[in-house]
């Protein structure tokens, strides 16, 4: 287990930028995680945005793509997610969230991730 704690979320006018932190706590070497983020717009399911591997590979949600960049440092135990190109479709919470080895499920999948964080709200106005 390791814990999570997310911040950098706020209020932003369409077309603006937040970047997000993940600081994480744990007694594993944080690269060995892979890290995702995800986000639960109120009423709807708990959907995934990005993912990178301790190695630093990513994979992206296609509605995200070119306007999210998740980035990871390991020095500091800390995975980020710019985003910029705000729309208001992207209003929901979000959540960072760690996997570790065996990395076993399906990456894109809450399912795939045993840890998380409380959330950080982030609301783009129109």
């Known amino acids: 287990q390791v814990q999570l704690v997310e911040s950098g979320g706020g209020l932003v006018q369409a077309g603006g930028s937040l970047r997000l932190s993940c600081k994480a706590a744990?007694?594993?070497?944080?690269?060995?995680?892979?890290m995702g983020w995800f986000r639960q717009a109120p009423g709807k399911e708990r959907e995934f945005v990005a993912r990178?591997?301790?190695?630093?590979?990513?994979n992206y949600v296609d509605s995200v793509k070119g306007r999210f960049t998740i980035a990871r440092d390991n020095a500091k135990n800390t995975v980020y997610l710019q985003m910029n190109s705000l729309k208001p479709e992207d209003t929901a919470v979000y959540y960072c969230?760690?996997?570790?080895?065996?990395?076993?499920?399906?990456?894109?999948?809450?399912?795939?991730?045993?840890?998380w964080g409380q959330g950080t709200q982030v609301t783009v106005s129109s």
């Open positions: 969230a760690a996997d570790e080895p065996p990395y076993i499920g399906v990456v894109n999948t809450t399912t795939a991730y045993g840890s």
């Open positions: 744990s007694e594993r070497t944080f690269s060995s995680y892979a």
């Open positions: 990178i591997s301790g190695r630093g590979g990513t």
